[in-house]
């Protein structure tokens, strides 16, 4: 296993940080993140545990190091802020919202305000209401026809965290116009990620349209706040007859049945934020939440589709645990085997695989000095597809994930970040992401893979080019 001695050294024994080959004047490597960047990226581990690139003129410094990693995340947090090219494009787009506010006093206030809706028994709240929403939508697909997977995982996803977040009468357009704007917006930011940002400032279309969707954007999830506001003055009353209590589910708790989603929370602390925080907070937690969630269960059914004694496994464990009736919300907390196979996912296809840091001084990293004010890059991806960490990286092997073979490669799974700056929805992934592929499973006893194998493709995350899947019936 490839390790790193120190984590910083003294100045005598400092070494030059080695720069990775292929770098073109103007662009640097801008050329292999746009055509390669997965290839590229993880290859940067051959030249060492510190690699400089170039976006445009601007220096990076890749970090290929796990334990290096969890330096500039935990351990060193202070000298490494958030920050960096990446997150100045998405900042573009999310204002100051808890993913792209800087360190500091804010991002620990709106953190320490906005961990409640997060929190397990909050969510727990959510999941019926979550349940029925992925329910009607993963059984409204038709019979053995050709599915694009990572769009429907996109409206599914999407749809289950509008429903927990804003309540289960979510306006339908407001909807649809959100999955619109999205993916050519985030392909864009990412593109201009690394692009020189002289080329992002020119009069082009693209950074016109740009703009033009960033504004729409706002104009939509402020109509999503004030429809949230206008309905929590008339919530129904909390203990409304629900379907799944008379197929079997017998502890229904009444705020179960509660329209209001999470969002309330940050609402009905009003003089604690601003419309225009709250507008960024909504953007953020939103987009932080859709393609990553959608991603990881897109590549898991694909792998489904290659593995059906894994598909085997995960029916018979549901099948165990709601002997014949419908999935509730009781069941969720028992089904260790779907876990392990969702975070397989997440580990294999990253889903990030690019994110920034920048230093607050000069620092000693893995035994190289690191000036002031540079970026630093992490990935995800990089690190879960490590062969010194993860054997047989491209094997999806969902009994990694076993309890006892677990706990040496926990501490290279970086997907959820570490540190102060850690996702703050992990705990409400898992949920989501198991309500979706139990309610898939429950619908649709048969997938069947009808495109060529995807490709990996990057934007923020690491998705499927192309993924075409029939479920069927029998
Ligand atoms: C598979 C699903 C997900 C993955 C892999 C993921 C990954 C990540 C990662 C790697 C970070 C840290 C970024 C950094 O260190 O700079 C992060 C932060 C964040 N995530 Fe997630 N995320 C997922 C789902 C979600 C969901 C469902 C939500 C919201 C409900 C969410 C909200 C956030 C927010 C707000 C932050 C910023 C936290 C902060 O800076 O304090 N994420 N996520």
């Given at each position: 296993?490839?390790?790193?001695?120190?984590?910083?050294?003294?100045?005598?024994?400092?070494?030059?940080?080695p720069t990775a080959p292929g770098g073109l004047?103007?662009i640097g490597h801008a050329h292999h993140l746009i055509r390669t960047p997965l290839p590229f990226i993880t290859s940067l581990r051959d030249h060492g545990?510190?690699v400089?690139i170039r976006l445009?003129?601007?220096?990076a410094?890749v970090v290929t190091?796990?334990?290096?990693?969890?330096?500039?995340?935990?351990?060193?947090?202070?000298?490494?802020?958030?920050?960096?090219?990446?997150?100045?494009?998405?900042?573009?787009?999310?204002?100051?919202?808890?993913?792209?506010?800087?360190?500091?006093?804010?991002?620990?206030?709106?953190?320490?305000?906005?961990?409640?809706?997060?929190?397990?028994?909050?969510?727990?709240?959510?999941?019926?209401?979550?349940?029925?929403?992925?329910?009607?939508?993963?059984?409204?697909?038709?019979?053995?026809?050709?599915?694009?997977?990572?769009?429907?995982?996109?409206?599914?996803?999407?749809?289950?965290?509008?429903?927990?977040?804003?309540?289960?009468?979510?306006?339908?357009?407001?909807?649809?116009?959100?999955?619109?704007?999205?993916?050519?917006?985030?392909?864009?930011?990412i593109?201009?990620?690394v692009?020189?940002?002289?080329?992002?400032?020119?009069?082009?279309?693209?950074?016109?349209?740009?703009?033009?969707?960033?504004?729409?954007?706002?104009?939509?999830?402020?109509?999503?706040?004030?429809?949230?506001?206008?309905?929590?003055?008339?919530?129904?009353?909390?203990?409304?007859?629900?379907?799944?209590?008379?197929?079997?589910?017998?502890?229904?708790?009444?705020?179960?049945?509660?329209?209001?989603?999470?969002?309330?929370?940050?609402?009905?602390?009003?003089?604690?934020?601003?419309?225009?925080?709250?507008?960024?907070?909504?953007?953020?937690?939103?987009?932080?939440?859709?393609?990553?969630?959608?991603?990881?269960?897109?590549w898991?059914?694909?792998?489904?589709?290659?593995?059906?004694?894994?598909?085997?496994?995960?029916?018979?464990?549901?099948?165990?645990?709601?002997?014949?009736?419908?999935?509730?919300?009781?069941?969720?907390?028992?089904?260790?085997?779907?876990?392990?196979?969702?975070?397989?996912?997440?580990r294999k296809y990253g889903p990030a695989w690019m994110?920034?840091?920048?230093?607050?001084?000069?620092?000693?990293?893995?035994?190289?000095?690191?000036?002031?004010?540079?970026?630093?890059v992490w990935s995800p991806y990089l690190h879960q597809n490590d062969p010194a960490?993860f054997?047989e990286p491209a094997t999806?092997?969902?009994?990694?994930?076993?309890?006892?073979?677990?706990?040496?490669?926990?501490?290279?799974?970086?997907?959820?970040?570490?540190?102060?700056?850690?996702?703050?929805?992990?705990?409400?992934?898992?949920?989501?992401?198991?309500?979706?592929?139990?309610?898939?499973?429950?619908?649709?006893?048969?997938?069947?893979?009808?495109?060529?194998p995807p490709r990996a493709e990057t934007a923020?995350t690491v998705k499927p080019d192309?993924?075409?899947?029939?479920?069927?019936?029998?």
């Amino acid at each position: 296993m490839r390790s790193v001695k120190a984590v910083t050294a003294s100045p005598t024994t400092l070494a030059p940080v080695p720069t990775a080959p292929g770098g073109l004047p103007l662009i640097g490597h801008a050329h292999h993140l746009i055509r390669t960047p997965l290839p590229f990226i993880t290859s940067l581990r051959d030249h060492g545990s510190v690699v400089r690139i170039r976006l445009g003129p601007t220096p990076a410094y890749v970090v290929t190091d796990p334990v290096l990693t969890r330096t500039v995340l935990v351990t060193e947090a202070a000298h490494f802020a958030k920050g960096g090219k990446i997150f100045d494009v998405l900042r573009g787009v999310f204002g100051d919202g808890l993913a792209t506010v800087s360190d500091g006093d804010t991002h620990l206030r709106n953190r320490r305000l906005m961990q409640p809706m997060f929190n397990k028994a909050h969510i727990a709240t959510r999941r019926t209401a979550m349940i029925d929403q992925a329910r009607s939508m993963v059984g409204a697909w038709e019979e053995d026809q050709p599915l694009d997977v990572f769009s429907n995982m996109n409206d599914v996803t999407l749809a289950a965290f509008l429903v927990a977040l804003f309540g289960t009468d979510f306006p339908a357009n407001l909807q649809g116009e959100f999955t619109t704007l999205m993916p050519p917006l985030m392909k864009e930011a990412i593109r201009q990620a690394v692009l020189p940002s002289w080329v992002t400032r020119l009069p082009l279309p693209a950074n016109r349209a740009h703009n033009r969707r960033i504004a729409r954007l706002r104009a939509v999830i402020d109509q999503a706040i004030d429809h949230r506001s206008s309905r929590s003055a008339s919530a129904p009353p909390a203990n409304v007859h629900h379907p799944a209590e008379a197929a079997g589910c017998p502890h229904q708790a009444a705020a179960e049945h509660e329209q209001a989603g999470l969002f309330e929370t940050l609402m009905a602390a009003e003089d604690q934020f601003t419309r225009q925080q709250l507008q960024d907070e909504a953007i953020t937690l939103m987009n932080a939440a859709i393609e990553t969630t959608a991603t990881a269960l897109a590549w898991t059914l694909y792998e489904l589709t290659r593995h059906p004694d894994i598909e085997q496994r995960l029916r018979a464990e549901l099948a165990a645990v709601c002997d014949g009736r419908p999935l509730c919300q009781e069941d969720l907390d028992q089904f260790p085997y779907a876990r392990q196979v969702l975070q397989e996912a997440v580990r294999k296809y990253g889903p990030a695989w690019m994110v920034t840091r920048k230093t607050t001084r000069d620092i000693d990293l893995g035994g190289h000095r690191i000036p002031r004010g540079a970026d630093i890059v992490w990935s995800p991806y990089l690190h879960q597809n490590d062969p010194a960490h993860f054997p047989e990286p491209a094997t999806f092997d969902p009994d990694r994930w076993a309890s006892g073979r677990a706990p040496s490669t926990r501490d290279s799974f970086f997907a959820f970040g570490d540190g102060r700056r850690k996702c703050i929805g992990e705990n409400f992934a898992w949920v989501e992401m198991h309500i979706i592929l139990a309610t898939l499973l429950e619908a649709w006893p048969r997938l069947r893979l009808v495109s060529r194998p995807p490709r990996a493709e990057t934007a923020i995350t690491v998705k499927p080019d192309k993924l075409a899947i029939a479920f069927g019936t029998s």
